[in-house]
């Protein structure tokens, strides 16, 4: 009967620590944090959640936002998609070489002018798969798929960056990712301690 506490109870702390793991697992745009008024580089990063290869990511820009120039990368091309004024309002790549293959991400680059308030921005990205499953990272912050969300602090505006710079203040995405991982790391030991916390409360309540 300890055994199998101790085991239901390590069952249950790996599925917390799964749910964790890909609940990191999607569709972001860095940075998560960047200026008013700043010629910012935005990254768009593409995990893969299944067994099948993502061979298309689309983009939609918000309103505050002004795109005009991308980042071209090998094995994908790119097209602007816009509004009846001209204006763009979605990046749509598409692979030419098989695409993203399980296990591993793509980034994709491009340079937006920010708006002139502080608030925050809302990317709503749609990924596609081989299969033609099409998943929408559109959701609100605590959704299955949420839209990436970056937020706008007040900065130096655009005199404080020449065209096409990203804002000094806002963190790289390699930042990000290491920023990220250690939040993982901290994570995945708190879950390893409850577990254990578990196992030992059941062991004393079987023998009272």
Do not use: C
Request: net charge neutral.
């Amino acid at each position: 009967m300890k055994v199998t506490k101790w085991m239901s109870s390590v069952l249950m702390a790996g599925a917390i620590l799964t749910l964790a793991t890909a609940a990191q697992a999607h569709v972001n745009v860095y940075p998560k944090e960047t200026t008013t008024g700043a010629y910012e580089k935005y990254t768009v990063r593409v995990p893969v959640e299944k067994d099948v290869n993502t061979t298309k990511v689309k983009l939609e820009f918000p309103a505050e936002v002004k795109v005009s120039t991308v980042q071209p990368i090998p094995g994908w091309t790119y097209e602007f998609e816009k509004d009846k004024d001209g204006r763009n309002t979605a990046l749509v790549w598409t692979a030419t070489a098989g695409g993203i293959k399980a296990h591993e991400f793509t980034e994709f680059s491009f340079v937006g002018a920010n708006p002139k308030e502080a608030g925050s921005l809302s990317w709503k990205a749609y990924q596609t798969y081989a299969d033609g499953e099409v998943v929408e990272w559109t959701g609100a912050p605590d959704s299955k798929t949420p839209a990436s969300v970056t937020t706008i602090k007040e900065g130096v505006g655009e005199a404080g960056h020449e065209h096409g710079q990203p804002a000094t203040a806002a963190p790289a995405p390699a930042q990000e990712s290491a920023n990220a991982a250690g939040s993982s790391n901290t994570l995945s030991l708190v879950l390893s301690g409850l577990a254990l916390l578990l196992a030992i409360v059941s062991m004393f309540r079987k023998k009272a």
